[in-house]
Structures are given as structure tokens and as C-alpha cells.
């Protein structure tokens, strides 16, 4: 069996009044559309005690600074759509 792509989405205070709301969703929708749900291990964390730069996500070892709803489809395409 194949590692499971891990997307983790700051859920601390401050990324949340930054918008990590939208990010989730998202990301959410992301996944569903492209059916990646079952290769991927989605899921929120505590702060990164990145607040400043916040929202936050990190996939698998990168962690994303200043991440907005356009960028997140960026991220993604950049780790799953293998051109
Ligand atoms: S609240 Fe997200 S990095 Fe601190």
C-alpha cells in the first residue's frame, strides 16, 4: 500500500480570523472533485507558531505561509497533477 499524502491546515485562533476557514473547504473540494480522498490524510493541527504568516498548511514536509483559497489550488495541482 502506498503513503498517504498528510494536508495539515493551521487551526489556530490566528490563522483562523485569517481565513483557514475557506482553505478547508477548499481543500475539501479539492480532494472530492479530483477523488483524492482515499490517498490523502487530511486533517487540522494546532498553531505552527507561524501566526504572522499565517493561514498556515503543510503538505507532507512544506509548510505554506500565507496561504489564500488561489495559492491552495496552486499547492495542490503542484503535488497531484503530475504533468
Ligand atoms: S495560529 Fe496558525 S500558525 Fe499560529
Redesign the pocket.
Known amino acids: 500500500m502506498s503513503e498517504k499524502t498528510e494536508i495539515v491546515v493551521?487551526?489556530?485562533?490566528?490563522?483562523?480570523s485569517?481565513g483557514?476557514r475557506k482553505l478547508v473547504s477548499a481543500i475539501q473540494e479539492y480532494l472530492t472533485k479530483n477523488s483524492l480522498e482515499e490517498q490523502v490524510y487530511f486533517h487540522g493541527n494546532?498553531?505552527?507558531?507561524?501566526?504572522?504568516?499565517?493561514?498556515?498548511m503543510k503538505v507532507n514536509d512544506m509548510i505554506y505561509k500565507d496561504v489564500d483559497v488561489l495559492k491552495v489550488l496552486d499547492i495542490l495541482d503542484s503535488h497531484f497533477k503530475k504533468f
Open positions: 493551521c487551526l489556530g485562533s490566528s490563522c483562523f485569517r483557514n494546532h498553531c505552527f507558531s507561524n501566526c504572522s504568516f499565517g493561514p498556515i
